[in-house]
């Protein structure tokens, strides 16, 4: 079974759900990035968008601010058991942030490669060239990782959310 099928339809609306979020930050300007922290009974706990703007702080990822509030929160054994639904792939700063959390399991959206075909060199968005899934099987625990997941649906805000604010 390919980790696509293990989704179920709880997954993907919660996958759509984040994608929305992520379309209303756009609306409003904000970087269309969210994430939403999950329990293992599907309830949403948390959610996130990009917290970039207003101080331009680089290192307000969705899922890092996400992250820093859920570790907060709770233990890393309850969120083991948690999942983070993230409108594109965390880069190495958020899965680091996710797996010093204790955090079990990410479903992303929009692939790390597929973004940076789309915001090129944007000053905004500096990507990196590293796969969530090389930095959290760098580490001592394992991290279910799923996606990308309805990435054409992901890729759309950003498309035009980067298109309209060029360099």
């Given at each position: 079974?390919?980790?696509?099928?293990?989704?179920?339809?709880?997954?993907?609306?919660?996958?759509?759900?984040?994608?929305?979020?992520?379309?209303?930050?756009a609306?409003?300007?904000?970087?269309?990035?969210?994430?939403?922290?999950?329990?293992?009974?599907?309830?949403?706990?948390m959610?996130?968008?990009?917290?970039?703007?207003?101080d331009?702080?680089?290192?307000?990822?969705?899922e890092?601010?996400?992250m820093?509030?859920?570790?907060k929160?709770?233990?890393?054994?309850?969120?083991?058991?948690?999942?983070m639904?993230v409108?594109?792939?965390?880069?190495?700063?958020?899965?680091?942030?996710?797996?010093?959390?204790?955090?079990?399991?990410?479903?992303?959206?929009l692939?790390?490669?597929?973004?940076?075909q789309?915001?090129?060199?944007?000053?905004?968005n500096?990507?990196?060239?590293?796969?969530?899934?090389?930095?959290?099987?760098?580490?001592?625990?394992?991290?279910?990782?799923?996606?990308?997941?309805?990435?054409?649906?992901?890729?759309?805000?950003?498309?035009?959310?980067?298109q309209?604010?060029?360099?």
């Open positions: 079974m390919s980790e696509l099928e293990k989704l179920d339809e709880a997954d993907l609306a919660l996958m759509r759900r984040v994608l929305a979020l992520a379309e209303s930050l609306n409003d300007g904000i970087h269309p990035f969210a994430a939403l922290l999950v329990d293992d009974q599907g309830q949403v706990l959610e996130q968008g990009n917290a970039y703007l207003p331009h702080d680089m290192t307000g990822h969705a890092r601010v996400l820093t509030r859920a570790s929160t709770w233990r890393p054994d309850f969120l083991a058991r948690c999942t639904y409108s594109a792939e965390p880069c190495c700063m958020c899965a680091g942030s996710a797996y010093w959390a204790g955090l079990g399991r990410v479903v992303y959206g692939s790390e490669h597929r973004l940076k789309i915001t090129g060199n944007h000053p905004e500096p990507t990196l060239d590293l796969p969530c899934r090389q930095v959290f099987e760098s580490g001592q625990r394992p991290v279910t990782v799923i996606g990308p997941v309805l990435e054409d649906e992901a890729a759309t805000v950003h498309k035009t959310f980067w309209n604010h060029g360099h």
